[in-house]
């Protein structure tokens, strides 16, 4: 090893905290002192638990000859809780850009999502090529389920899927946008508010923006009306991406309709709540928070051929009957595309 | 040869920390600077004329005719009070009035004319896009009285730059700042944070140096309309909170602004105006575009950048200012020396000096 090598090591604790801004000193904190040997145990207790669980998955792959306990998932988890010890560290030390959105905050619950994308639901996703690995592109999916975990698992399959992961922004119901702690982690995730100026700006940043033109009639609807997709809004999705240039990606969803099979809405309970819709489902309001796990449906996701409205200039933004002949053609690629994966798929939760 | 423009320039609000800042900022700049006011100046500037003056009274008129004054910046603006409502509305709104009734007609002598605006304008609510542009200040009808206000007052400046072509007019639109002066300052400033459970808004923040320049390049420059006045980035209030070495407490509950308001006043003594409970739960974001395409220049500190020079100088020791009365005694002998300097060489002799 060379002089110069060692001067760098020896220099770098003393530069670092010349740049800190609040550098204090540590003291340990005032009480007893456990032993050398506890203090140890506890450091390392995490990796022996993992060692053990890897030992006994490795006995009973052995004995059974299958998976039963998968490790990889296992790791994932670690990993979930390791991360989120290393966030909470950073303090105020992060940037989120001018919408709320932290990205690292948001790839650290992707194990959570993951979890739920491979196991739970098991989604099967076609058609990724047609998403770009850059650029800016509209999303545009149907909407179901009371809530929008379809939003989350498009999200999730972007990462898990892509060549080149990307984080999807969703648009939310300005309604959303109000609620206490819902609307936090809407933003700090990357949602926005539905306004056809955020649309405008995400795509001028070159951002892949996911927007369900279908609005809570879309995740409204009963369950008798499933796979029925309700009116695109007034087009207004189709002017915001002719007016930036982006090429729309129509995405179809099959299997949230059945998470919350909705037999009846209440609406003079949702008037006086404040909400769009109050579901009625075989497990809600019945077994109260227990009836908010959505069901295990089995998923299909398909990413469609872009439709290239960029190739309208500006103007054409402004032109009612294009930008609704083009929404009509949107709206059929997923209704299509929605009867196509119902085909494939062999039953609702398998 | 034409006179250089501006020549005479005239700052009414002149005693609050920004106004000073402003007046020394212009005073090189210009060869004559009038301040008013009603209170005393707060920092001595012998290179400023300063007038006792109410601008809710008509006096402002005769004042700039006499004076013959080219540009007016109008600072006696209340952009942030936890004061009553009617007196905010008599000094922001009948006193922009009189200030615009003034400087109004064919035969005024003022072409340039700076009025202070704040974010505020825009209100804070769920609805409204994630980053407003200037257009979009009457996106509601004003739910707080201060953003009320300061939307009547745009709507006046903005009819008296149609009504009068020939003087350029200039809306600042600043965003929230942090001092010790300001409410937002205060609210930060306690140990412990009452926040609003549920919510951790976005705040984009300017500092008071970056305030003050803007407002120096408005009256300088020729610059029409609506500027949004905002330091880059985003700062998230939870951010805000641990920068300043505090902790929030989130208790307050949601959608009840006035009982919020209430509990904050009693616990720590803070009197957060309502669009700030607003803001302090749906958080409030600007798009300074405009302000950096048409001046070519954009604050130096981003809102990042600014909470972290508040947090800086929280706990310096704050060096005992000279009261307001001592200053303007000081202003009226630094300026009357002055004025002998320029005189009289008569007096030369009992002003000797270098």
Known sequence: MSRDTVAVYTDAPRVRRRHSRDAKVVTPAPGLRMPRAVRRLRRNAPMYAIQGLSDLSTRLRELTGREIIDMNRVMELVQFAYQQQQLAKRGANYVVDDFGFDAEWTESFLPIFKALYRDYWRVETSGMEHVPSSGRTLLVANHAGVLPWDGTMIKTALFVEHPHPRHARALVASLFMGMPFLSWFLRRTGQTVGHPDDTRRLLERDQLVLVFPEGVRGTGKLYADRYKLRRFGRGGFVSTAIRAGAPIVPVSVVGAEEIYPMIADVPALAKLMGLPYFPVTPFWPWLGPLGMIPLPSKWRIQFHEPVHVEVHPPEAADDQNLVMALSDEVRDTIQQGVYDNLKLRRGVFI | ?354
């Open chain 2, 1 to 354: 040869m034409t006179p250089p423009f501006p020549s005479r320039v005239l700052i009414t609000g002149v005693s609050n920390p920004l106004g000073a800042e402003v007046a020394r900022r212009l005073a090189p700049q210009v060869p004559w600077l009038f301040g008013c006011d009603v209170d005393d100046p707060v920092s001595a500037n012998e290179d400023m004329d300063f007038v006792h003056a109410d601008m809710r009274q008509s006096v402002i008129g005769k004042l700039v005719r006499r004076l013959r004054i080219d540009t007016v910046v109008h600072l006696a603006v209340i952009v942030d009070s936890g004061r009553g409502d009617r007196a905010t509305h008599e000094t922001s709104v009948i006193g922009t009035m009189n200030v615009l009734a003034g400087c109004a007609g064919p035969a005024s002598s003022v072409k340039r004319l700076v009025v202070k605006s704040s974010q505020a304008v825009y209100g804070a609510r769920p609805e409204y896009p994630s980053v407003l542009a200037e257009e979009m200040a009457s996106l509601g009808r004003g739910e707080s009285s201060i953003t009320r206000d300061l939307i009547e007052l745009e709507q006046l400046s903005h009819d008296f730059a149609l009504r009068n072509p020939e003087c350029r007019v200039a809306r600042m639109r600043l965003g929230y700042r942090v001092t010790r002066e300001t409410s937002l300052g205060r609210y930060l400033s306690q140990p412990l944070i009452p926040t609003f459970a549920g919510f951790d808004p976005r705040l984009q923040l300017l500092a008071e140096e970056d305030a003050a320049e803007a407002i120096a390049l408005a009256a300088l420059g020729k610059q029409e309309g609506a500027f949004n006045v905002a330091g880059d980035g985003v700062v998230l209030l939870s951010q805000a909170i641990t920068i300043m070495g505090a902790r929030s407490v989130p208790v307050l509950p949601p959608y009840a602004g006035w009982a919020s308001r209430m509990a904050i006043r009693s616990t720590t003594g803070v009197r957060l105006p309502s669009h700030l409970a607003e803001v302090l739960m749906f958080g409030s974001v600007v798009d300074c575009a405009r302000l950096h395409q048409e001046f070519a220049w954009k604050p130096a500190h981003s809102s990042r950048a600014a909470i972290d020079l508040f947090a800086q100088g929280k706990s310096e020791d704050v060096i005992e200012a000279p009261s307001p009365p001592q200053e303007y005694e000081l202003q009226r002998y630094l300026q009357r020396r002055k004025r002998e300097r320029r005189h009289g060489a008569g007096h030369a002799a009992l002003t000797a000096g270098p």
